[in-house]
T-cell receptor, first 113, second 116 residues
């Protein structure tokens, strides 16, 4: 079965550079979530989209932005990267949380040097 | 505000024994969902099991079962006949359904070590 696809899997950037992460949800899933997981930490919610509209916002820095496109894929844009942005970034998708279906991609590991 | 508490930072268990990972939660919502995820050292977040707050029966998925005690607000994960491959970090998580698209929040996790 198709899973959530994230790209790139690994990304190395320098401070003050820009990075873009992509997420392709499971087909028919209408909601996408982005999470950030620092080393040894639990995942922290950044932002979510439902039917291409931003639906909730967590602890996402102003330097970050995201959107969901007409084909339901989503992109997380990160500018003016800082060392503290080094983390594993997860995308997850769901089709109605009541069904219990919330699946994560394999994550994109960002390293900022 | 919602909150998830996992009181066991780490556990060591002998292979083939059963394991119970504790999770308590706090919410004022009547409708919510509880999740368990496994995160091996490779980093991916693997969905294990889900329990809806109105589900009367405890959820089971193969060797995983969720011991749901609503009055005590606990949702412990039970792994039967543990295997070496079960060594990983385990996260308990919850979401409310007041907003269909609301976020999921995670506990701090329990690192499980299975000993041969």
């Amino acid at each position: 079965a198709a899973g959530v696809i994230q790209s790139p899997r690994h990304l190395i950037k320098e401070k003050r550079e820009t990075a873009t992460l992509k997420c392709y949800p499971i087909p028919r899933h209408d909601t996408v979530y982005w999470y950030q997981q620092g080393p040894g930490q639990d995942p922290q919610f950044l932002i979510s989209f439902y039917e291409k509209m931003q639906s909730d916002k967590g602890s996402i820095p102003d330097r970050f932005s995201a959107q969901q496109f007409s084909d339901y894929h989503s992109e997380l844009n990160m500018s003016s990267l800082e060392l503290g942005d080094s983390a594993l970034y997860f995308c997850a998708s769901s089709l109605g949380r009541e069904t219990g279906e919330l699946f994560f991609g394999e994550g994109s590991r960002l390293t900022v040097l | 505000a919602q909150k998830i508490t996992q009181t066991q930072p780490g556990m060591f268990v002998q292979e083939k024994e059963a394991v119970t990972l504790d999770c308590t939660y706090d919410t004022s919502d009547q409708s919510y969902g509880l999740f368990w995820y496994k995160q091996p050292s490779s980093g991916e977040m693997i969905f294990l099991i889900y329990q809806g707050s109105y589900d009367e029966q405890n959820a089971t998925e193969g060797r995983y079962s969720l011991n749901f005690q609503k009055a005590r607000k606990s949702a412990n994960l039970v792994i039967s006949a543990s295997q070496l491959g079960d060594s990983a970090m385990y996260f308990c998580a919850m979401s409310d359904f007041m907003n269909r698209d609301d976020k999921i929040i995670f506990g701090k996790g329990t690192r499980l070590h299975i000993l041969p």
